[in-house]
């Protein structure tokens, strides 16, 4: 069955990029935080607020137990308590203040930073999409754009909150003393080295995890795509092992990553737990010597944990930091692939098409390796010519170089006289139909299918594509006719998915028609029949027919021979059979596969 290629893309376990490269890429994904800039700013002014309140409960604490309780007044107990409870009150509105406008983050990045990637990978040209699995293309979209949500929508405020608590924290521990720093920032210094070192083995294996993901996203999809397949040929068995083998590869590198999560965690909260024990020690033994008041022992530790708690976090963004740049690095990836194939800045003026075609001395290689050389051919405007060929001869790929998804290495490729590559694509791919020799069929109403790409279509224009198709009686025949609901796999035969693919080229009504192998699925009358429907309706349409068979293209005004990329016979029917060269063995042959498919 297919299979991926895994090999051939090795798995990176740190990046490619320098320091100044990835802080390069930081800054471009932050570029997205323009959308919610205002609720960025309004987060900052509630943390603010936050951070200011979180320092009165710990005074008051002084209070309470240093001047209320001994004294036993009930006034000033009562003031203290109302005081806290106020504070709390405050408190939560602006968490949930918080939250919610953080939330709109949550939803209003990933449409900005998404529909970007799409863009991007939608304007990439054939080339450039193929270079990566779909599963890939998918998994980017998908789980690195969520990934990225964080450094765009919590960092700013989390750094900015984290600053905001330390310098308050600050200034508490200045009024409680100065002995506390250095405890303070010998732990500090031996929780950093330990985060890091965590850290980057947690991003080391998320680099891992993530490239197992997509491989077994890629991985389903290819197996699902080629269901039929699998089950024809008796390949459950392989499928399953290939699927196993990926799927254990993403659970394995999945469990190491959330192991070394859990070793961190397990670490910074055994760390913190050591160090409340040693400051309660140290407190102790100030009160002791009457150097504290119970008031402040009990206000240490709250201040001490309050101003780790930020230092952590600034641990902690920085590591996150770190990680999430990994899903980021992937993203910038993509989004900085210039396509190769664009609109000019000043496109030529070519306000309606005659339908003339030019291909002029054009060669192409995929990846260095030649499949066009020195192509040549001419289509007048209403002519009805033929591209025939063996296998592998490159007649697909040049059909796909007249629409411009992909550009000729050498030549050019000339409409009404005008370079391809000087005209708008939208307006070379409305004049120039593509009824591609695929059987895509999509996941929506067979009259969603025909009417793909064509919005405006009247119902009279849709009937009639599907009739040119030969398709109108089976689609009466099916339960809710055009309503019908179709699958991406479909309930229909291969004849009918190709005429239904059919019916959606010939409803564009373009001035040039390319039908490639765009009848191969049908039978020689059907096909017979519909080629004659199609030379009726679209009389001085230029049309340039690519087709193995060739018994459907000798009435074109001119056939052209290509073999190995090159041009080897040009003229009418009646003339190549005459010269007796390829065009005389390759028809020969199809008379033979003709009459044993009639018996």
Known sequence: MIRLVTAS????????????????????????????????LLRILVTQILAFVSVIPIAVGIRLIDDALPQRDMRLLVRLVLIILAVRFVERVFGFTHDVVAGYGVARVPLSLGLDFYKRVRNLSLKQFNRRPIGEHMFRCTADVGDCL?????????????????????????????????????????????????????????????HEGQQLTAALREILSAFRLVKGYNRDATAHRWYFHQLFSTMRAGWRRTMFTVFDGTFSATALGLFALVINMMSGLRVISDEMTLGEFSAVLGVVLGLIGPVQDLINIFQMVRQKLVPAERLIETLNIIPDIQDPE???????????????????????????RDVSVVAEAGEKIAIVGPTGAGKTTLTHLLVRLYDPSEGAILLDGVDVRRLPQRFLRESVGLVMQGQQVLAATVRENIAYGNARVSEADLRRAAELADAAGFIDALSQGYDTLLTEGGALSGGQKQRLCLARGLLRSPKVLILDEATSALDPLTETQVIGNIDAAFEGITQIVVAHNLLSTRNANRIYVLDLGRIVETGTHKSLMERQGMYYRLWTEAEQQSRQSEL
């Open 9 to 40: 893309q090795p798995i990176i376990d740190s990046s490619r990029l320098t320091t100044w490269e990835r802080i390069g890429v930081f800054f471009r994904v932050m570029r997205y935080a323009r959308v919610i800039w205002d609720k960025l």
């Open 346 to 372: 000043q496109p030529e003026a070519l306000l309606e098409s005659r339908g003339r075609i030019e291909v002029r001395g054009v060669s192409f290689a995929y990846d260095d390796v030649p499949v066009l």
């Open 150 to 210: 964080y450094l765009i929508n919590d960092v700013i405020p989390t750094t900015v909150f984290a600053l905001q608590r330390m310098g308050a924290m600050l200034f508490m521990l200045h009024t409680l003393g100065k002995w506390l720093i250095f405890p303070t920032v010998t732990y500090l210094i031996i929780f950093l080295a330990a985060r890091h070192w965590f850290s980057t083995r947690i991003r080391r294996w998320d680099r891992r995890a993530r």
